[in-house]
Every structure is written in C-alpha cells, then in structure tokens.
C-alpha cells in the first residue's frame, strides 16, 4: 500500500464507496465513524492526509482539526461536506484544513486534491519518481520501489523510513523523530531494527545514499 490516510466519515455506504476506490489507487485508507475515535486515531499515529466529514457522531471534523493542530499535528487535511455557505468554509479552513469538498463530488476529483496535496511533501522533487541512479527508483504516490520495470517488495518499514528520509534531502532527521514517525502508537522502538533497515535500503538504494552522524541522525544524499 501507499500513503496512509485518515478518513472520518459516518456514511457507511459512502466511506466503503471511498476506501474502495482509494485503495485501488494504492492508497491505505483507516476508518473511522466518530469524532473521538478520529482524534485518538490522529494522536496515536501517523498519517500522510486526513480527509475528514464535518457533521459527524460526538462532534465534527472542525473540532478534529482544530485539535490535532493544536497538538502539532501538520498532516494536510480535506474536508469532505454537504456544508456550502461561506461561513462553513471560513471555519474549515480557520481549523487547519487545506482544501475542501462539497457533496455530492465526483471520485476522481476527490483522488486528484489528494495527489496535490501529497506531492506538497516532496516540493524538492519535480518528477513522480526519485531515482537513485542505479536502477532503482520510488514512486512518490503509491510508494512503490521499482528496479527497471519490476517492483521490488520491501517491508512496510522499510518502505516509509525511505520516504521519510526522501521528504528531507540532503537534512538530518534525529533518531528520535524517525522513532516517532516509523513507529506506531504503543511499538517499542528499536535501535537494531532502524540499523537494518538502513542496512537493506543503503543496499538497495547505494552504500553512499543514506549517510549517518552520532547525535545527527541519518540524512539522504542528493547529488
């Protein structure tokens, strides 16, 4: 699977219709109904997008927002809502969000928003693919790793820890935050497990590609 998204939304037919189409687009869609349950989803873990409803059960997908905001969460966020005056938009985007839907809406538009916010992360990249110069090269959408025209298949760790170091060229990123972001809400980090997976995408990717510095942390070298 690909980018990991959050979607609150308490239409069960039109949350199924979305996860399906989503997923066959290689996005990992994880779903929820509630407002508490979106905010304890959003704290305990990390997304690449939220796509949020507003009038939901417990609350609404502003107040989800505002929260997780508040919490230094800066995953970028949709709205997808029956709302349309001005004033629900004013607040929506007050809340943090970075772009808006109204329903009924079409999917394809729905998926298009999602890539232009995804690609946002990898502003430094101009292409779809990063390519190391070997062979291999990552798709940045569905987070696919391709040598020539075969897909190599990598644990899912191994997987986002190369998007998370792709996210930052040529930058250090602290053990500490790579902690964070790889690993889940209640996994016990390990030191042993980052070094091999270093190990495998240093061997993958080039010896030279991934560097490290004690107290810096691991950086991606972009020629």
Not at 22 to 46: F, I, R, S, T
Not at 148 to 172: H, R, S, T, W, Y
Request: glycine share 8%.
């Amino acid at each position: 699977m690909g980018h990991k998204i959050l979607l609150l939304e308490d239409d069960f037919l039109l949350s199924e219709i979305v996860r399906e189409f989503l997923c066959e687009h290689q996005l990992e869609v994880c779903h929820c109904e509630g407002a508490k349950e979106a905010l304890d989803l959003g704290y305990e873990n990390n997304f690449d997008l939220y796509l949020f409803d507003v009038m939901v059960d417990g609350g609404d997908g502003f107040e989800v927002l505002d929260m997780l905001r508040k919490a230094g969460k800066k995953t970028p966020a949709i709205f997808i809502t029956s709302l349309s005056s001005m004033q629900d938009l004013q607040a929506g985007y007050q809340s943090g969000c970075d772009d808006y839907i109204r329903k009924p809406f079409e999917l394809n538009e729905l998926l298009l928003r999602i890539y232009a916010l995804l690609k946002r992360k990898f502003a430094h990249i101009s292409e779809d693919f990063e390519d190391f110069g070997n062979g291999v090269r990552f798709e940045l959408h569905t987070k696919l790793v391709y040598r020539g025209k075969d897909i190599v298949f990598l644990p899912k760790k191994e997987i986002e820890l190369l998007n998370i170091l792709l996210q930052k060229p040529n930058q250090f990123i602290s053990q500490q935050e790579i902690f964070e972001r790889l690993w889940e809400y209640g996994e016990e980090p390990s030191d042993m497990s980052l070094r091999v997976y270093i190990k495998n995408l240093r061997f993958l990717i080039g010896k030279d590609k991934i560097i490290n510095q004690r107290g810096n942390g691991y950086c991606y070298v972009k020629c």
